[in-house]
C-alpha cells in the first residue's frame, strides 16, 4: 500500500506478487459464460475472479457462526440487473472453451473450480485481492474497461461463503460502492451502501465504548432503574452534538469489536474516517442530493464544497424555492472565510474562522465586506477563484494567483476563460500560458492555449501546445481526436505559410543560402531545415489527422481532411486516400460525400497508370494485395451502388473497366452515364432517356435543355458512349455489329430533344459530325 500511495506501480506489483508466492495463492481473472440481466436469454463472457488459498487460517471472532459479524450488504433490487451473475451450471467451465490453449489462460489448481460455487479465503488472501483492484484502479485510465476489470476482485470477497473478517468486508464493499455510484442500474445501491459503512464507522466512534453500552443495555434488561431528568414534569431532550446515521444505528450485538476491526487495519490501509465522509458527500452531489452532500460538508468544515452546493442549489431553482437565495449564500460563505465583518477591529482577524459562532442559515453577505483575513485562511486562492467565478471579477483570480505565490494554475485559468468572455485573445493567451508554466501535466491547460493560439494565428506555438496536450495525456489513449485534429490543422497553416514564404522568395529573386553555410556554427540546422521543409509539414499534418481519425472513427470530417492532404502529397498517399474514401462512404452512405476530383486522381495514380501484363487475356484481375486491386474493389463495390443521379461517377467506372479489359462493363456504365446525363437515372435497360434534368459535378439538378453547362455534359457523355461502342462493340458478343445502331439512336435522341434549344450551338455542330461518322 505505501508503493501505491507513492505512485510506484512496479515496486507495488512486484511486492504484492512475492507475497503471493509466499502465501501459495492462486487466482485469476477470467471469463465465464452467464447472465447479468433478468431477462437474458443467451449466456455471454462475464468477468470473473478464480481464487483459491492454499490454507484458510482462521482469525479472531472468525470461528464459530454465533462469532461472525459483517457490515450489513444491501440488496440491490433492481428490475432488470440480477443481484448475482447467475453462471451456467453445465460443467461451471470458465469461457475458453475447449481451447488448445486451455492450460495456458487458467492456473491448473483453479480448472475445477466452478465460479459460483468457489472455496472460502483466507483473510491475507482475500488482501491480495483487495490490494490487486487498488492497483488496477490507482494505475489505470479511469474508463468503463478498468471499473469492470476491478469489480469482480471486490465480488470475490464480497460472495465468500465462508466467514469474513469485519473490516476486509468493509473495505470490498466500499470498492463495490466506488464503481457503482457511477452506473445508473447501480447507483442507488453504490451511494446508499456507502453511507451505511460510513454510519457504523462515524457512530462507533463517537459514541462512548461499546463496553459502556452492552452494560447499560444488559441493565435495561434485568431491571435495574434508570435516572432520568425531567422539567416541569416533562422528560428533557438529552443533548446529543454527534453525528446521527442515516440509517438505524446498529446494536452493539450487530458490530465487530475493536480487536478484531483493527487486525488488519494496517495490511488493508482504509482510509481515514474524514476521507470516508468526504467521499460519500460527493457521492450524494454525484447522484443530486446536494442538501445531504451540504450537511457533511459543513460537518467536515469544507466551505469551498459547502458554497459549491448553495450556488448548485440556486441553479436549479425550482417553483418551490429550494434553491432560493443560494447563490447570495454562497457568497456570503466565501466572504465570510476571506475577510472580517464590518466594523471589526483588524487585530480581531488573526482569530480562526472556524472558531468562529456563525448561523449558516442566517449569514448575510453585505455583513463581510470588511478588511481581508490576515493571515488567509487555508486554502485561500481557491476560495478567492470561487468567490470570482459567482461575482464575475477578474480581481479576484489575481489576488488567488498572488495569494499563492504564483503557483496556483486554476487561477490563470479563470482568469484566461474571463478575458476570452471579453474577446481580449492576448491577454487569455498570457494567462494561459502562465498556467502550464506551472502546471506542465495537465493537457486540458495546453489544449486551451493551442486553441488560442490557432486563433491568434501563431501556428507554431499551437503545434507545440497540442504536442504537449498529447504527451501529457495517459499512455492508454487518454488524448482525445479533437487534439490531434487540431494538430493536424496546426501544421497543416504552418505548410501554407512555409508554402507562400517559398513563392514570395522565388518572386522576389531570392536564392536560399547553401546547406554547408547554414550549418557553420549550428550543429541543430540541419533538423531546423528539415522541419520547416514543407513536404515535412504536411506529413506531420496528414499522420496527425490519421491518428484522429482512428480515435474517432465515425467522424466523416477528420476522414475528409486525411483524404484532402493524402492527395496533396506528391506522391499522393495512395493508401491513406483509399483509407479515408472508404470510411466516409461507409458513414455518410452517398454519392454527395465522394469528392469526385479525388476519385479521379486516385483511379490515375493507383490503376490507370500501372502496366499490365501484355500475355493477359479476357476480363484482367489485379493481383492480391496490390494497391490496383484495392482501389477496383472499392469502385465497384463501395462506389457503383451508390451512383444514382452523376454521370461523372459511370465515366470513371467505364474508364476503369476498359483498363481491366471488361469491355461489356465499360459499355453498361458509359450506357449508365449516358442515361444519368440525360435525366433517366441508373436503373433499367436500353438507350432512351427519362426526364430532362441531370445533375452536375457540383450536386445540383439541372435542366440541360435550359443550362448551356448540363447541355455540355449530355453532348460529353453522348460523344463518350460512342466513342465506346466503336471501339469495344464487336468485341461483345451481345452487342456485336449492332453497336453503329445504338450510337445512331443515342445522338439522334439527343438532338431531337435539344434542337430547339441548342441549334447553333458548337456543341451541336460536335453531334452532327458524330451522326455523320455513323453513316
Known amino acids: ?63 464459530k457462526e454465533e462469532g461472525v459479524v459483517k ?26 472453451g ?76 466500499l470498492v463495490r460502492s466506488r464503481i457503482e455510484v457511477h452506473r445508473s442500474r447501480t447507483m442507488e445501491r453504490g451511494v446508499l451502501q456507502m453511507q451505511t459503512v460510513v454510519d457504523q464507522v462515524v457512530v462507533d466512534t463517537t459514541q462512548p465504548e461499546r463496553v459502556q453500552s452492552q452494560e447499560k443495555e444488559e441493565g435495561e434488561e434485568n431491571g435495574v432503574p434508570e435516572i432520568k431528568i425531567s422539567v416541569d414534569g416533562e422528560e428533557a431532550a438529552p443533548v446529543d452534538n454527534k453525528p446521527k446515521s442515516f440509517f438505524p444505528a446498529a446494536k452493539p450485538s450487530e458490530t465487530a469489536p475493536p480487536e478484531v476491526r483493527l487486525q488488519y487495519i494496517h495490511a488493508l490501509s482504509s482510509p481515514p474516517r474524514w476521507h470516508l465522509e ?48 443560494g447563490e447570495a449564500k454562497a457568497k456570503a460563505i466565501l466572504r465570510w472565510r476571506l475577510f472580517n465583518k464590518m466594523g471589526t477591529a483588524p487585530a480581531d482577524s488573526e482569530q480562526d474562522p472556524d472558531e468562529e459562532e456563525v448561523d449558516l442559515d442566517n449569514i448575510k453577505e453585505a455583513d463581510y465586506h470588511g478588511p481581508e483575513r490576515k493571515p488567509p485562511p487555508p486554502n485561500a486562492p481557491r476560495l478567492w477563484c470561487l468567490l470570482g467565478d459567482l461575482e464575475n471579477e477578474s480581481k479576484y483570480y489575481e489576488r488567488a494567483w498572488e495569494i499563492s505565490g504564483q503557483r496556483y494554475a486554476r487561477a490563470q485559468k479563470s482568469l484566461g476563460e474571463y478575458y476570452l468572455q471579453q474577446k481580449d485573445l492576448i491577454s487569455a493567451r498570457d494567462a494561459y500560458k502562465k498556467a502550464v508554466h506551472v502546471n506542465r501535466l495537465s493537457n486540458e491547460l495546453w489544449n486551451r492555449l493551442g486553441d488560442i493560439s490557432l486563433r491568434l494565428g501563431e501556428f507554431s506555438d499551437a503545434a507545440e501546445a497540442f504536442g504537449r496536450a498529447i504527451s501529457t495525456s495517459d499512455s492508454n489513449g487518454g488524448e482525445d481526436a479533437r487534439t490531434w485534429s487540431n494538430l493536424g490543422s496546426a501544421f497543416y497553416s ?131 494485395g496490390s494497391t490496383e486491386r484495392a482501389v477496383v474493389q472499392f469502385l465497384e463495390t463501395s462506389v457503383v451502388p451508390l451512383i444514382t443521379a452523376r454521370s461523372e461517377f459511370w465515366e470513371l467506372i467505364t474508364r476503369e473497366r476498359v483498363w481491366k479489359r471488361d469491355l461489356a462493363g465499360a459499355i453498361d456504365a458509359s450506357e449508365k452515364a449516358w442515361r444519368a446525363a440525360m435525366g433517366g437515372g441508373s436503373g433499367g435497360g436500353g438507350l432512351l432517356p427519362g426526364s430532362n434534368s441531370s445533375v452536375g459535378p457540383d450536386g445540383k439538378s439541372k435542366n440541360w435543355l435550359e443550362d448551356k453547362e448540363a447541355w455540355a455534359i449530355v453532348v460529353e457523355r453522348t460523344d463518350e458512349l460512342v466513342s465506346v461502342l466503336e471501339n469495344y462493340g464487336e468485341e461483345v458478343h451481345e452487342i456485336g455489329s449492332k453497336w453503329k445502331g445504338k450510337a445512331r439512336l443515342a445522338v439522334r435522341s439527343v438532338m431531337g430533344k435539344g434542337k430547339e434549344a441548342w441549334e447553333d450551338t458548337e456543341e451541336w455542330d460536335r453531334l452532327k459530325v458524330l451522326l455523320d461518322g455513323l453513316r
Request: charged share 35%; hydrophobic share 35%; net charge negative.
Open 1 to 63: 500500500m505505501v508503493w501505491i500511495m507513492l505512485g510506484q506501480e512496479r515496486k507495488a506489483r512486484e511486492v504484492l506478487e512475492r507475497a503471493r508466492r509466499e502465501r501459495g495463492f492462486v487466482y485469476a481473472l477470467t471469463g465465464a459464460l452467464g447472465k447479468r440481466t433478468r431477462f437474458q436469454e443467451r449466456s455471454t463472457s462475464q468477468l470473473v475472479v478464480l481464487a483459491k488459498s492454499k490454507s484458510v487460517t482462521v482469525g479472531r471472532g472468525e470461528g
Open 278 to 325: 468526504s467521499e460519500l458527500a460527493y457521492s450524494w452531489a454525484g447522484v443530486g442530493s446536494l442538501v445531504s452532500a451540504m450537511e457533511i460538508f459543513k460537518r467536515l468544515r469544507l466551505w469551498a464544497e459547502v458554497a459549491l452546493c448553495y450556488a448548485s442549489n440556486a441553479a436549479r431553482e425550482d417553483e418551490d424555492g429550494r434553491g432560493k437565495d
Open 71 to 96: 457490515p450489513e450488504g444491501l440488496k440491490l433490487n433492481d428490475d432488470t440487473l440480477l443481484e448475482e451473475l447467475k453462471f451456467d451450471k453445465e460443467g461451471g467451465e470458465t469461457d475458453i
Open 494 to 624: 504552418l505548410y501554407i505559410e512555409r508554402i507562400k514564404e517559398l513563392k514570395q522568395q522565388k518572386q522576389n529573386g531570392v536564392q536560399q543560402e547553401p546547406e554547408a553555410a547554414e550549418d557553420d556554427g549550428d550543429e541543430e540546422a540541419p533538423e531546423k531545415r528539415k522541419a520547416n521543409d514543407p513536404k515535412t509539414l504536411l506529413t506531420q499534418s496528414l499522420n496527425a489527422y490519421k491518428k484522429g481519425a482512428s480515435i474517432s472513427h465515425d467522424n466523416w470530417r477528420i476522414w475528409d481532411n486525411v483524404i484532402t492532404l493524402a492527395s496533396r502529397l506528391r506522391p499522393i498517399a495512395v493508401s491513406e486516400v483509399l483509407l479515408g474514401l472508404q470510411h466516409v462512404v461507409r458513414i455518410k452512405k452517398s454519392e454527395d460525400a465522394i469528392d469526385i476530383d479525388v476519385l479521379r486522381l486516385l483511379l490515375n495514380e493507383a490503376v490507370l497508370s500501372v502496366e499490365k501484363p501484355a500475355d493477359s487475356k479476357g476480363v484482367y484481375e489485379p493481383p492480391r
Open 98 to 173: 475447449e481451447r488448445d490453449d486451455k492450460k495456458e489462460d487458467v492456473p491448473e489448481e483453479l480448472r475445477d473450480i466452478k465460479p459460483d460455487e468457489q472455496p472460502q479465503l483466507s483473510p491475507l488472501d482475500q488482501i491480495i485481492l483487495l490490494a490487486e483492484a487498488t492497483i488496477k484502479d490507482a494505475f489505470s485510465p479511469a474508463d468503463t474497461l478498468t471499473s469492470e476489470e476491478v469489480l469482480p476482485f471486490a465480488v470475490r470477497v464480497i460472495s465468500d461463503q465462508g466467514k469474513t473478517n469485519w473490516q476486509i468486508y468493509t473495505h470490498a464493499l
